[in-house]
T-cell receptor
Framework: AQSVAQPEDQVNVAEGNPLTVKCTYSVSGNPYLFWYVQYPNRGLQFLLKYITGDNLVKGSYGFEAEFNKSQTSFHLKKPSALVSDSALYFC?????????????FGRGTSLIVHP | DARVTQTPRHKVTEMGQEVTMRCQPILGHNTVFWYRQTMMQGLELLAYFRNRAPLDDSGMPKDRFSAEMPDATLATLKIQPSEPRDSAVYFCASDSPRGYTGELFFGEGSRLTVL
């Protein structure tokens, strides 16, 4: 069975500082990994994904994520945080074993960027 | 700008009443997911359809919840009778044609309050 862990319920960072939101995963086959962002009273929006290839993937709004197979991690990063980045962030994994392809989401991490 | 449309955005009802939530997936997307979001449980998968056929509804309380796709442009989630513990935000998401390597496209959600 696949699973995703986001060990931090909340991350606080000052504007202009780098940010990291952590995610670890467990799948039986090759991982297909995603990050989504949710602003208040909105649906989830896709940020970026790792399917194959370069371990560092770049996405929307200046975010990037690094796939680390040995540590089974896919941490979300941004070099310089903005107050407008404050939102709820979800990591997700899709498992192709069994053919279901159902995405599993982490519980989410609330990112708060202080001015 | 293609998007998933959900109605109603907000619904307040009394315990015991029937509630129907509707979702229009993005044209051409053949897989539809229903998720429920609460503070306590995070994002829970309730059901999903591929090519209008239900593939997994194991996350859905069968005695009161039902999900259908009458046609390719409409998915419905019905609760009858509703209970206060059903209060949550219900999201519909459709899957891009790239299948399991693709990201989900979420609607803005239906916020349900059962009094």
């Amino acid at each position: 069975a696949q699973s995703v862990a986001q060990p931090e319920d909340q991350v606080n960072v000052a504007e202009g500082n780098p940010l990291t939101v952590k995610c670890t995963y467990s799948v039986s086959g090759n991982p297909y990994l995603f990050w989504y962002v949710q602003y208040p009273n909105r649906g989830l929006q896709f940020l970026l994904k790792y399917i194959t290839g370069d371990n560092l993937v770049k996405g929307s709004y200046g975010f990037e994520a690094e796939f680390n197979k040995s540590q089974t991690s896919f941490h979300l990063k941004k070099p310089s945080a903005l107050v407008s980045d404050s939102a709820l962030y979800f990591c997700a994994v899709r498992d192709i074993t069994g053919g279901s392809y159902i995405p599993t989401f982490g519980r989410g991490t609330s990112l708060i960027v202080h001015p | 700008d293609a998007r998933v449309t959900q109605t109603p955005r907000h619904k307040v009802t009394e315990m015991g009443q029937e509630v129907t939530m509707r979702c229009q997936p993005i044209l051409g997307h053949n897989t539809v997911f229903w998720y429920r979001q609460t503070m306590m449980q995070g994002l829970e998968l309730l059901a999903y359809f591929r090519n209008r056929a239900p593939l997994d509804d194991s996350g859905m309380p069968k005695d009161r919840f039902s999900a259908e796709m009458p046609d390719a442009t409409l998915a419905t989630l019905k609760i009858q009778p509703s209970e206060p513990r059903d209060s949550a935000v219900y999201f519909c998401a459709s899957d891009s044609p790239r299948g399991y390597t693709g990201e989900l496209f979420f609607g803005e959600g239906s916020r349900l309050t059962v009094l």
